[in-house]
């Protein structure tokens, strides 16, 4: 079993930056594939990025490529998501989750169906 939780979401104006954090409970954070994924009232949930278990593969959605990065700390059980550049249309809470490793391409992990545990979620807020 792992517990995820994330901090770091808040209020702030267009254009800026945020930095969220997911901490995971266990032993074993570096043998999960974590990803992000947002929910937008109204909206379905929809994928943001992934990091593979070992830190060598990452996945972006387009909306996001380029304005975001996503980083793991293994020694700290924690997944890290920089958001720069931020746009009204950022605004949702915001999701970690994890998934036992596998040899499948990272891109496959855009898919919420292929993660294994999720966290409680962190309000981003986008003011224009």
């Known amino acids: 079993q792992v517990q995820l939780v994330e901090s770091g979401g808040g209020l702030v104006q267009a254009g800026g930056s945020l930095r969220l954090s997911c901490t995971a409970s266990?032993?074993?954070?570096?043998?999960?594939?974590m990803g992000w994924f947002r929910q937008a009232p109204g909206k379905e949930r929809e994928f943001v990025a992934a990091?593979?278990?070992?830190?060598?593969?990452?996945y972006y959605a387009d909306s996001v490529k380029g304005r975001f990065t996503i980083f793991r700390d293994d020694a700290k059980n924690t997944v890290y998501l920089q958001m720069n550049s931020l746009k009204p249309e950022d605004t949702a809470v915001y999701y970690c989750?994890?998934?036992?490793?596998?040899?499948?391409?990272?891109?496959?992990?855009?898919?919420?169906?292929?993660?294994?545990?999720w966290g409680q979620g962190t309000q981003v807020t986008v003011s224009s």
């Open positions: 990091i593979s278990w070992s830190g060598g593969n990452t």
């Open positions: 266990g032993r074993t954070f570096s043998s999960y594939t």
């Open positions: 989750a994890a998934a036992m490793k596998s040899p499948i391409p990272i891109m496959l992990y855009r898919h919420a169906r292929r993660y294994d545990y």
